[in-house]
C-alpha cells in the first residue's frame, strides 16, 4: 500500500521559516517525480514545487521560486520542502504528491500540474501570521 504523509506545518510569523516532511512508503522517492502542493480556502490546488525523477531536475512555481527548496532523502525515503521568508498569503494546507509516469516535457509547468498526480498525501496545515 502506498502511503504519503506530511508533517511539519504549523504557524509562524511572517519572515519564519518551517520544514515540511513527506514520509513515503510502498514507493520509492527516486523512482518517482515529486512534487509539493498547497491550497488556500476558497482557492485552487497549486503546484509549487517538484523534485523530478525522470529529468533530475527541480521545479519551483513563480509564487515560492527563491524562497522554497525542495529536496529528497533517498534512504529514508523522505521528500522535503524548506520553507524561507514565509509570508501570510503562503498559508494554505499543504499535501505531497507522487506521479510514476516518468513524464518527459519541456514544460516546467507539467511537473506542477496537479492532475497528473495520482498519489497524494493527506496534507498539514502551514499558517502564516502577519
Known amino acids: 500500500e502506498v502511503q504519503l504523509v506530511e508533517s511539519g506545518g504549523g504557524l509562524v510569523q511572517a519572515g519564519g521559516s518551517l520544514r515540511l516532511s513527506c514520509a513515503v512508503s510502498?514507493?520509492?522517492?527516486?523512482?518517482?517525480?515529486m512534487a509539493w502542493f498547497r491550497q488556500a480556502p476558497g482557492k485552487e490546488r497549486e503546484g509549487i514545487s517538484c523534485?523530478?525523477?525522470?529529468?533530475?531536475?527541480?521545479y519551483y512555481s513563480n509564487s515560492v521560486k527563491g524562497r522554497f527548496t525542495i529536496t529528497s532523502d533517498n534512504a529514508k525515503n523522505v521528500v522535503y520542502l524548506q520553507m524561507d521568508a514565509l509570508r501570510p498569503d503562503d498559508t494554505a494546507i499543504y499535501y505531497c504528491?507522487?506521479?510514476?509516469?516518468?513524464?518527459?516535457?519541456?514544460?516546467?509547468?507539467?511537473?506542477?500540474?496537479?492532475?497528473?498526480?495520482?498519489?497524494w498525501g493527506q496534507g498539514t496545515q502551514v499558517t502564516v501570521s502577519s
Open positions: 504528491a507522487a506521479d510514476g509516469s516518468l513524464r518527459l516535457s519541456p514544460l516546467a509547468s507539467d511537473y506542477l500540474r496537479p492532475q497528473n498526480y495520482p498519489r
Open positions: 523534485i523530478s525523477s525522470s529529468t533530475g531536475r527541480s
Open positions: 510502498g514507493l520509492a522517492v527516486d523512482e518517482y517525480n
